[in-house]
T-cell receptor
Framework: GNSVTQMEGPVTLSEEAFLTINCTYTATGYPSLFWYVQYPGEGLQLLLKATKADDKGSNKGFEATYRKETTSFHLEKGSVQVSDSAVYFCALSDTGNTPLVFGKGTRLSVIA | GAVVSQHPSWVICKSGTSVKIECRSLDFQATTMFWYRQFPKQSLMLMATSNEGSKATYEQGVEKDKFLINHASLTLSTLTVTSAHPEDSSFYIC????????????FGSGTRLTVV
């Protein structure tokens, strides 16, 4: 079945540091890939997505490129801020009406 | 963009009582609704999938008589935790998907349930 593996946290960075959170997936066919962010006590917010190979999703300084050859969708940001502290989930879906398959989440803490 | 409103955001109830959680899609038709449960510092665990007008499909290990899901309209789905016990305390999140693929999956803000 489909699965998502993302790097274990927690990740602690200083403000303005470079961020990479690794995500790899296993899927049949050509899934859509997502990154969601969850702030404390809240639901999930879509951060970015990519629907086909070589697509790059970007939002709020975050980027991720759909790499079919390496089955990866790593999240990057060049300069993190304290406000980026949250839990980040990588996810995939086959279609719009099947449940998202989530990674375990990576907690990011950014310190001033 | 697509918005899903989830209520209540938190609730405390006594053991043995039932609690209803609502999710409403405000600006699109939610043909499919997913209900998740999240334990502290863990990922989301899918509980069930419901399509409007149909019975929900529950994941293995989820008691359908305990977690009643209703998706009677394209804008409203409810999860009722019946005869709640302390072990049901958790964070419950809904996610809606519509016919318009551009909307993708939209999540509610979650409900923190504490059973005392």
């Amino acid at each position: 079945g489909n699965s998502v593996t993302q790097m274990e946290g927690p990740v602690t960075l200083s403000e303005e540091a470079f961020l990479t959170i690794n995500c790899t997936y296993t899927a049949t066919g050509y899934p859509s890939l997502f990154w969601y962010v969850q702030y404390p006590g809240e639901g999930l917010q879509l951060l970015l997505k990519a629907t086909k190979a070589d697509d790059k999703g970007s939002n709020k300084g975050f980027e991720a490129t759909y790499r079919k050859e390496t089955t990866s969708f790593h999240l990057e940001k060049g300069s993190v801020q304290v406000s980026d502290s949250a839990v980040y989930f990588c996810a995939l879906s086959d279609t719009g009406n099947t449940p998202l398959v989530f990674g375990k989440g990576t907690r990011l803490s950014v310190i001033a | 963009g697509a918005v899903v409103s989830q209520h209540p955001s938190w609730v405390i109830c006594k053991s043995g009582t039932s609690v209803k959680i609502e999710c409403r899609s405000l600006d699109f038709q939610a043909t499919t609704m997913f209900w998740y449960r999240q334990f502290p510092k863990q990922s989301l665990m899918l509980m069930a999938t419901s399509n409007e007008g149909s019975k929900a499909t529950y994941e293995q290990g989820v008691e359908k008589d305990k977690f009643l899901i209703n998706h009677a309209s394209l804008t409203l789905s409810t999860l009722t935790v019946t005869s709640a016990h302390p072990e049901d305390s958790s964070f419950y999140i809904c996610s809606a998907s519509g016919a318009n693929r551009a909307h993708g999956y939209t999540f509610g803000s979650g409900t923190r349930l504490t059973v005392v």
